[in-house]
């Protein structure tokens, strides 16, 4: 209730926002009718929650009410306390349409319309692509690969949902996206020949002088006496060409197409 709302609020007067924004609003969430500084507190408390049946998100474009975290007023969405004897600001940046509140204005929010929600990163910065629905660097607008809805599907690492995430993600060559800190751990991954996206298995940088490095260290190993005369068809996991009639080697098989060694084993043929 609003008595509750306001001792909470008491409690927290020396605190401007949570650990995600600095603000002086609280959304109230339209499923549970509970406050909450933001989206993420609110479903972190969710995922804390010991009844599942209770579980919910909180949908930021649904919310209609807010509490005022200075004098502890509940009312319609809006950029000040709407309450005469306080007026306080929300947010220094503050959208009405998310709605969505920050002082933090270093982070350079904007609206964008086709999202739907506020992104980060300065408006001039960025472009909307309509087919990978999501905003990118201007650097990448006439030289990305396009994969239709491409944030709207989870990290493949984290398996975070990446349209609406806080965590900044990167644009692989392959075109599709992931979390930048679980890039990192792809590529700290020394059991892999080299780091590939984990959807469509294509490398994730520009291996060329490495291929030709293992060329060279493939091309002087002696062959273990049972696999002699062994043959193998492979296809590239960069280029997609399929390679035929090659001798079997168990550390990689090179790309006849690109010279990766990128590859997946198709067949073998033993000698009769």
Not at 53 to 67: F, G, N, P, Q, W
Request: aromatic share 8%; with cysteine; glycine share 6%.
């Amino acid at each position: 209730d609003e008595e509750s709302e306001r001792e909470e609020l008491d409690e927290e007067s020396e605190r401007d926002g949570c650990d995600h924004y600095v603000r002086r609003a609280k959304l109230v969430c339209p499923d549970c009718d509970q406050a909450y500084w933001c989206r993420h507190c609110h479903d972190a408390d969710m995922d804390r929650g010991a009844d599942p049946k209770k579980h919910h998100k909180l949908d930021r474009s649904r919310v209609t009410a807010i509490v005022c975290a200075s004098c502890g007023e509940r009312q319609a969405v809006g950029g000040f306390c709407s309450n005469a004897q306080c007026g306080i600001t929300f947010g220094e940046y503050t959208c009405t349409r998310c709605p969505f509140y920050d002082d933090r204005v270093e982070r350079q929010y904007y609206h964008c319309d086709d999202c739907g929600l506020c992104r980060v990163g300065g408006r001039d910065n960025f472009f909307h692509c309509s087919t990978c629905d999501g905003c990118f660097s201007k650097s990448m607008e006439n030289n990305h690969t396009c994969v239709e809805n491409n944030l709207r599907q989870n990290c493949p690492v984290c398996f975070e949902y990446q349209f609406d995430s806080i965590r900044p993600n990167r644009v692989l060559s392959c075109g599709h996206t992931i979390h930048v800190h679980c890039l990192e751990q792809l590529e700290r991954n020394t059991t892999a020949l080299v780091p590939t996206c984990p959807i469509c298995k294509k490398s994730i940088g520009d291996y060329s002088e490495y291929w030709r490095t293992l060329d060279l260290e493939i091309a002087g190993m002696d062959v273990p006496a049972e696999y002699a005369g062994w043959r193998a068809t492979i296809q590239c996991n960069d280029c997609s060409a399929t390679t035929a009639d090659i001798a079997f080697n168990l550390v990689a098989m090179k790309c006849g197409q690109c010279g990766s060694f990128n590859t997946c084993r198709l067949s073998i043929v033993q000698p009769s």
